[in-house]
């Protein structure tokens, strides 16, 4: 019926449509179901395998950049520190080389400042961002080694929107950290063993732990309903998406009342898309104290340098007080935590 309504240009444009609505979906998540790409073909009026073959070539392609659970890691006792650290040629190339090298260390970036080399890294106490704050120090790095105080935006949303389409939605506010049982790690971990992009996604991930798939389902809706499973879904790469430019934007509020300061940057960052990620961060050591006032850190994004501008003005107007831009120049590593 298609091929009597739309001409060649028109269905192309629609089947692009289509694999963008279906982006989004699966960015959203899957729905915890036995066979959830069947729900994403239904809402979208196609077929089941039409689906699952558009999230295979996302992936083959690299626009996908992995497909499997997030979780939220502070359900597992973990806390987020955020590292910041300039020294010589030599110095910040060790430090690379040993956060590459360490699976807690998820993101290691080189931006424009004198801190150049910036890293996160989930922890499970302030002794062990003590150990790494030694490292830096011996190796004759400046530096700074913050953790998160409050979560206020988790966003990242890298697909085109089509039609009425809206990204997966904002996470806000802070849970409190729970460890949780045995069962649910072992679901965690059945999950994080690998999610099939098949018909039925969840069966290989329930083989590999020796679990049924319902089994597996039933533990990931009580993670899901706890808070300790986010989503089970596509993650994207913002570069082929057209954002190219990135900035780590310090602000400094920490003269003001926390409280004050979480309900000031909810207003400012909510509303904005291009604005990923907002956390409140808490000194933990630095060797610039005097010259690092800043605790509040929004990741905003564009698809130029001249947009970026525009946006960190904007971000100053909303949010007055000291402010520091880290653009981001090259990416060391970007990988997911594993259990």
Known sequence: MAEDVFSAGERGASDACVSELAA???????????EPF??????????ESQVVEMAREMLRSGRMRRFGPFFDF????LNGYLFGAGGSAEAEANIISRMNGMKNVTHVYGRKHRLRLWFTVLLGSDGEAGEICETLRSEGCEFVAMSVSRMIKLRPSFVSRCGNFEPRSAEYGALPAAVLDEDMLKTARALQNGIDISRRPFDTAAASCGMDAEELLEGARRMADMGALRRIGASFDHYRAGWTENSLCALDMSGTDENIVYEAALRAVSGLFW???CYIRRMYDCEIRGEW???????IHA???????LREAELREKLPGGFVSLRTE???KKIYYTL
Do not use: D, T
């Open 275 to 277: 604005a990923s990620h």
């Open 303 to 309: 698809s130029s340098n001249k947009l970026l501008s």
């Open 330 to 332: 090259i990416e060391y």
């Open 38 to 47: 069947a729900e994403v073909a239904r809402r979208l009026n196609i077929g």
């Open 293 to 299: 006032p800043y605790n509040l850190y929004v990741m």
């Open 74 to 77: 502070r359900r597992f006792g």
């Open 24 to 34: 989004g979906m699966l960015e959203e998540g899957l729905p915890l179901v036995r």
